[in-house]
């Protein structure tokens, strides 16, 4: 097979990279919790210290197979290096970046920063729970939206009995804040 269609551009990463930094408002800063930054720091270490080693082993084996046009080890083993290295630098620029906010030193407030768990209703009366965290901590279908989301950005700086009002896709509504909770502090 002709190299030329198998070549992966450089481009992918500053394509990966912009796309991020779509993704953090400008001038603004990447908030990540401590537990996200610790995440993080354990998927680039797992990369490094166990991932690629693994990788490197097997493309050193297959190569020493000889003929490597047609090795699939070879040739699976040296795109899955790019792909690591690919996040590997991805990790690490985004830990580079972060700007680590331990929410637990809102403990007892009843307003709306980031990290807070709020419970609110809408107009219907459905009761939806949800944390803001940072951008690289989003899991959607676990009530964990970035706080750049549109309705993150509507409930900061609200407070528990608030009714706020926001521009959603299907038009504005309105939101009743119920409870407003932040984690404890850690006793060190």
């Given at each position: 097979m002709n190299k030329a269609f198998v070549k992966e551009s450089?481009?992918?990463d500053d394509d990966e990279a912009a796309a991020l930094a779509l993704a953090i408002p400008a001038g603004s800063k990447n908030y990540i919790r401590p537990e996200g930054y610790q995440r993080i720091k354990e998927e680039l270490l797992q990369l490094i210290d166990v991932d690629?080693?693994?990788v490197v082993r097997i493309v050193h084996w297959a190569a020493s197979n000889g003929d490597?046009?047609?090795n699939g080890d070879y040739i699976y083993g040296k795109r899955r290096l790019r792909e690591i290295d690919r996040r590997i630098r991805f990790l690490t620029k985004r830990m580079d970046s972060a700007f680590i906010v331990d929410p637990s030193a809102h403990y007892g407030s009843d307003q709306v920063f980031f990290g807070a768990t709020v419970t609110y209703?809408?107009?219907?009366?459905?009761?939806r729970t949800i944390t803001i965290v940072g951008i690289d901590e989003l899991d959607?279908?676990?009530?964990?939206?970035s706080w750049v989301a549109p309705?993150?950005?509507?409930?900061t700086k609200a407070?528990?009995?608030?009714t706020i009002t926001f521009q959603a896709p299907h038009g504005v509504e309105e939101l009743d804040?119920?409870?407003?909770?932040?984690?404890?502090?850690?006793?060190?």
């Open positions: 450089d481009q992918d690629r080693p693994e490597r046009s047609e209703s809408n107009q219907d009366g459905e009761e959607p279908l676990n009530g964990k939206i309705v993150a950005r509507a409930l407070r528990e009995g608030d804040i119920l409870e407003v909770r932040y984690p404890a502090p850690v006793a060190e």
